[in-house]
């Protein structure tokens, strides 16, 4: 499953504000043949989250200032699909969710109201090979999850997301459990089912490549951001409970905090020590080879969903941990915070010349159009 969206430099996260976001659903004869919920709309839905913060005359707000390359773009209100808390009538059965996190920056830890199991059965890339049952799914800006739900009892729930570690993320209305999408499975009988096993993913090496690649992130100007934000009183809000007097002085650093230049923006966040710009010397990979690559940051301690493109790739390790099993699939974005670090395995099976490089950036879409991408050729 993949995002299809505006991928201009500088200005992808105000396009995808203003703009479409998609899903190309990629399937086969294996996916096909699992008996998979697969009635589009029916018992197979797709949910693409995102949040918004509207200006009085109905307009998006988006303002380029410290906050935004700081924390990225931060909503108010949730939408799915375009829509506010949309009702989605299905079959009634295993229910098929095609999740995506559209947002320019936002996190979202998924649950059901009435804490019904969440059937992960795979990610960005592709199936997972068994299903993962969880209470909660953590969604980062870039993600895409498909999962299954038993609704063969016919009873309406909500997904809900609840409120994620990084405080910022918590603002209201996201400080609580916030429903996103009510899906009331009244309709005729479901006819899909969740399978024991799903596919077969190649075996990880029991001794990794040496490492070729590390992309380390750099925030600029992060101590001035979270220096305002901390000023403002973000520290406050870490229970969760809203005091309204700090999310007011919150969200005016966030809506009113002036627009920087198109100087001050570019250099703000980088990779290895630079700030992107079309003309960055991309460095090269080797083409058809498997390849341990590591993503790691500077002091900053900010969440940083990492994607690169040509590649689906598989992650050795978070944190020095073995990935969690709904993370051990095909990924194409992998997100490490708190001083974290991430290994992947991964394969470039296209080359891409100077004309055309591959980018990898950070998904938090204002951090990419503040520098925090690099380009890289493949032969
Ligand atoms: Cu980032």
Redesign the pocket.
Known sequence: MLWFHPHIYPATAELVIKGLAGLFIVSDEESDGLGLPSRWGVDDIPLIIQDRRFKPDGSFFHRFNLAAVTV?YVGDTALVNGSTYPIAKTAQGWLRLRILNGSNGRSYRLAASDNRSIHVIGSDGGLLEHPVSMKELLVHAGERFEVLVDARDGQSFDLVTLPVDQPIMRLPPFDTSLPLITIDPTGAEGAGLLPDALVTLPSIPTTPPPLSQSLT?N?NRDDEGMGALMKAGLKKLKDGSADASVAKKLTEVIVDGPTLSQAERSTA?GVNGSSFALDSKPFSVKQNTLLRWRIDENSDA?????HIHGCQFRVLSMDDNPPSAHLAGWKDTVAISKGGVAEILVNFPHAAEVRTPYMTH???LE??DSG?MAQFTVS
């Open positions: 990225g992130r925030m966040n900010m969440l940083h969903p990492v950070c998904h938090i951090h990419e925090m």
